[in-house]
T-cell receptor, first 114, second 117 residues
Framework: DQQVKQNSPSLSVQEGRISILNCDYT??????FLWYKKYPAEGPTFLIS?????DKNEDGRFTVFLNKSAKHLSLHIVPSQPGDSAVYFCAAAGGGSTLGRLYFGRGTQLTVWP | GAVVSQHPSWVICKSGTSVKIECRSL??????MFWYRQFPKQSLMLMATSNEGSKATYEQGVEKDKFLINHASLTLSTLTVTSAHPEDSSFYICSAIHRRGPTDTQYFGPGTRLTVL
């Protein structure tokens, strides 16, 4: 049972424009959310996180928005750059599960073209 | 950010042999590490939680006698795939929790590509 869902397997955006990656979750007990970026044959790289007590967190070009009532979060990348092309994983934690255990979505392949 | 390393980065072995993969947190101590497996174009699948000084906790469907986990120190966890078979071929990734006050961040190793012939 997939508790974290990324319904768009791929996204293509022109350089300089905004990339919006979406993520939905089903477990209302999740209280911490993270985004990871992954290149082929490499481990995921932590990008940004957000606690459930917030609805927005910014770090440079990356902003994560959390809508708890809709159980939805999104990652905005502005402006998008070709080097951002990678698979982006949404992950959630909490809900009384093992401390630190992350639940991952299936990922969205972002392609930023010049 | 914190650094987690894995060794080896890739390994090819014959069916029936055992393979050990190491996961190290290089600049922090990690009481908890995780082992994941990723199949092509699929999400990361948690295999087990590795706790320093105690037995690992395995996810449902993961054979603990086949995937042996040892977390002997605060900076090292090992995964041993025993009697490997071709269906064990996969990309294995470890992660470690870096505790920094109220929030913890999980950092991942670069992964190990296992190919069983």
């Amino acid at each position: 049972d997939q508790q974290v869902k990324q319904n768009s397997p791929s996204l293509s955006v022109q350089e300089g424009r905004i990339s919006i990656l979406n993520c939905d979750y089903t477990n209302s007990m999740f209280d911490y959310f993270l985004w990871y970026k992954k290149y082929p044959a490499e481990g995921p790289t932590f990008l940004i996180s957000i606690s459930s007590i917030k609805d927005k967190n910014e770090d440079g070009r990356f902003t994560v928005f959390l809508n708890k009532s809709a159980k939805h979060l999104s990652l905005h990348i502005v402006p998008s750059q070709p080097g951002d092309s990678a698979v982006y994983f949404c992950a959630a934690a909490g809900g009384g599960s093992t401390l630190g255990r992350l639940y991952f979505g299936r990922g969205t392949q972002l392609t930023v073209w010049p | 950010g914190a650094v987690v390393s894995q060794h080896p980065s890739w390994v090819i072995c014959k069916s029936g042999t055992s393979v050990k993969i190491e996961c190290r947190s290089l600049d922090f101590q990690a009481t908890t590490m995780f082992w994941y497996r990723q199949f092509p174009k699929q999400s990361l699948m948690l295999m087990a939680t590795s706790n320093e000084g105690s037995k690992a906790t395995y996810e449902q469907g993961v054979e603990k006698d086949k995937f042996l986990i040892n977390h002997a120190s605060l900076t090292l966890s090992t995964l041993t795939v025993t009697s490997a078979h071709p269906e064990d071929s996969s990309f294995y990734i470890c992660s470690a929790i870096h505790r920094r006050g109220p929030t913890d961040t999980q950092y991942f190793g670069p992964g190990t590509r296992l190919t069983v012939l």
